[in-house]
């Protein structure tokens, strides 16, 4: 190939670019911005559309008209281009709603590749079905989700249950890492096993080899494939290339995965952590809340401002974003200075991001922890100057990670 491909990444979540580092992550999509993102010399660039936290027309219409901005600056790109729709290892999100609107609207493609695996996180696909920790998936809370629930592991089972039976399980090919893609047609779909970051890179080279020959298939998966498209390993960043930290920082947990309730309670007992509840029920004192959260960092604490426990049923996407908003401007009606956010889940970090500090793009620094991104404004924010945001899956981890994230920032202020 004369030039490496440039990757767009459709990312419905914003912690999607958590094994990559040093691209951009837009967060608005003028013409401009994207002429800018698709010129940075970096391999990948990602689309942060949050689109699992909308309804289905939003998506629909959205990522429409996205594609609409973004087709005539594909034409003029002088090198080859791929599109990859990054979603949940956990096989939550909008499929194949995504994958129809980016076909309709960017194609011809050849094949749709389904590649959920994230070895980082304990998700792995053998024979077909998708497991986390070698159990599979849909044993575990997140095929509980009460937006994205499903039945069965077995992804050409899944595919059959998302699209309602438009995609029959018997359709749909098995694939091994090796395994050629020649046989597949356009529009089929395909499944992945992976089981390591290797596998990963063999799919990621096959991808690229069909590029090559003009056979470009729409790619669905979870982070670690965007490695072996990029040729990019997964690497932690040295404590060297952390942000140097002068000032206490703040944790927001607004995700409510029972994973995200057990890393929270973990980080209460750490000593200089402190508890801020941003109550569900009522209507909540956001002044108060700042004035807390302001009193406990000039005591050099870390506030740790979360939302109630307990999935609220009933709590529409729009009600989901409008408490992140909330929450988000708590956090901006601090006086600085301010060290770090470590923001958990995926609305609670896009807002703060995009309405909080009303960023148009960040610039994505690397992991500090196995799937945990770290991001910082281009330019320094006129309030908070070059903040770095630790961006943290509801999903990630284990009981004490989001602890050991917050032991590693303090460690870089003091």
């Not at 404590?239 to 929270?264: K, M, W």
């Not at 956010?341 to 995926?346: M, T």
């Not at 995009?354 to 922890?369: C, E, K, S």
Request: net charge negative; with cysteine.
């Amino acid at each position: 190939m004369a030039s490496s491909p440039k990757i767009i990444v459709f990312d419905d979540d914003p912690t999607g670019s958590q094994t990559v580092r040093g691209c951009p992550l837009l967060l608005e999509f003028s013409t401009a911005n994207l002429q800018a993102g698709l010129a940075d010399p970096s391999p990948l660039l990602f689309l942060l559309t949050n689109s699992r936290a909308l309804e289905p027309e939003q998506v629909r219409q959205e990522l429409t008209a996205l594609c609409r901005r973004l087709k005539p600056l594909l034409a003029q790109l002088t090198r080859p281009w791929l599109v990859v729709s990054r979603g949940d290892s956990t096989l939550r999100g909008h499929t194949p709603l995504e994958l129809e609107v980016i076909r309709a609207e960017l194609g011809p493609f050849a094949a749709n590749v389904l590649v959920p695996a994230f070895p980082q996180g304990g998700r792995t696909t053998r024979d077909g079905v998708h497991l986390l920790h070698g159990e599979p998936l849909h044993h575990s809370a997140f095929a509980r989700d009460q937006r994205f629930g499903y039945p069965s592991s077995d992804l050409p089972q899944w595919l059959q249950h998302k699209t309602a039976g438009a995609t029959p399980a018997d359709c749909v090919a098995r694939l091994k890492p090796a395994d050629s893609f020649a046989e597949l047609e356009t529009g089929q779909w395909a499944v992945l096993d992976a089981s390591t970051p290797n596998d990963l890179d063999v799919i990621g080279e096959q991808v690229l080899a069909e590029l090559a020959k003009g056979r470009k298939h729409l790619c669905q998966s979870a982070a670690s494939l965007l490695n072996g498209l990029s040729e990019m390993p997964s690497v932690l960043l040295e404590p060297g290339e952390v942000p140097p930290i002068a000032a206490p920082g703040l944790v927001l947990v607004g995700s409510h995965v029972p994973l995200s309730d057990a890393q929270l309670s973990s980080l209460l007992q750490q000593p200089g952590c402190c508890g801020v509840e941003f109550s569900l029920d009522g209507t909540p004192e956001l002044g108060a809340l700042t004035a807390q959260v302001q009193r406990l960092l000039s005591a050099g604490l870390t506030p740790v401002l979360f939302s109630s426990r307990g999935e609220r049923t009933g709590y529409s996407p729009a009600r989901q974003r409008e408490l992140a908003l909330q929450m988000a401007q708590v956090v901006m009606d601090l006086e600085p200075p301010l060290g770090y956010v470590i923001a958990k889940g995926g609305t609670t970090s896009l807002t703060f991001l995009q309405q909080g500090l009303q960023l148009q793009q960040v610039r994505l620094l690397g992991q500090l922890l196995p799937g945990l991104s770290m991001v910082q404004p281009p330019l320094p924010h006129p309030r908070f100057g070059r903040l770095p945001v630790v961006t943290f899956p509801g999903n990630l981890g284990d009981q004490t990670t989001l602890s050991r994230c917050w032991q590693l920032l303090e460690a870089a202020r003091r």
